[in-house]
């Protein structure tokens, strides 16, 4: 599987961006999505998850209510759409995908439950 992530960009605080990461791969749908972000000198951090098979989302705290993630099956697509963009929002985000046997949401928010991960996309806030 090949991911790969775009749509990345500058934007000033309360603006809008939205990523874009598009698999390969002809079960798409079977697939868990997810979004991180490392922020320079911090470690990669969960953003938000898209369950395979119309499993349903979840989102970190810290973007709950301002980012969106959300997919399109049809085009092997996963999106973040985020709104009221903050300074500390500031990371290279990456998509990431799992193929393996499905498994709890505790252990889908942790780096190492993905086995295929993009290049990432820089995004940066200004204040």
């Known amino acids: 599987v090949q991911l790969q992530a775009s749509g990345g960009g500058l934007v000033q605080a309360g603006g809008s961006l939205r990523l874009s990461c598009a698999a390969s791969?002809?079960?798409?749908?079977?697939?868990?999505m997810g979004w991180f972000r490392q922020a320079p000198g911090k470690e990669r951090e969960f953003v938000a998850l898209s369950r395979r098979s119309f499993g349903g989302t979840i989102s970190a705290d810290s973007v709950k209510g301002r980012f969106t993630i959300s997919r399109d099956n049809a085009k092997n697509t996963v999106y973040l759409q985020m709104n009221s963009l903050k300074p500390e929002d500031t990371a290279v985000y990456y998509c990431a995908a799992r193929t393996r046997e499905r498994t709890i949401t505790g252990v889908m928010k942790e780096n190492g439950a993905y086995n295929y991960w993009g290049q990432g996309t820089q995004v940066t806030v200004s204040s």
């Open positions: 791969g002809r079960t798409f749908s079977s697939y868990d």
